[in-house]
């Protein structure tokens, strides 16, 4: 099998497990959604494929758990979004930038 198709087949299954973490951690199943995040991780590096934007903001860079399903935190100040994750204390900043259209 070519490797444009595996790497195709691995975004797809990606997309699939985010969404089904997505319904886990809804339904207070974080034990399930925070393996699947793992899992995106590790199809990302298997594949060398890009993680999802949705998928960044929603598991912790550091300890690959789910930032929302553990009580973290978000705050805004002085033009960044500032993301805790609970489980493993790592804050991650995020630059808010202003838009040039507006005039």
């Known amino acids: ?8 087949i691995a975004e797809e299954r990606m997309k699939e497990l985010f969404e089904l973490a997505l319904a886990d951690e809804r339904e207070g199943k974080s034990q399930y959604a925070n393996r699947k995040y793992e899992l995106i991780y590790l199809y990302s590096t298997k594949y060398k494929s890009k993680v999802l ?12 758990q789910g930032i929302y399903s ?3 935190r978000v ?8 993301i805790s994750c609970a489980n493993c204390g790592y804050i991650r900043r ?3 930038s202003r838009q040039s259209s507006q005039r």
């Open 94 to 96: 995020i630059p808010i």
């Open 1 to 8: 099998m070519p490797k444009n198709s595996e790497k195709r």
């Open 75 to 82: 705050r805004i100040k002085n033009s960044t979004i500032a």
């Open 53 to 64: 934007k949705n998928s960044k903001t929603w598991v912790c860079k550091k300890c690959k």
């Open 70 to 72: 553990g009580g973290g």
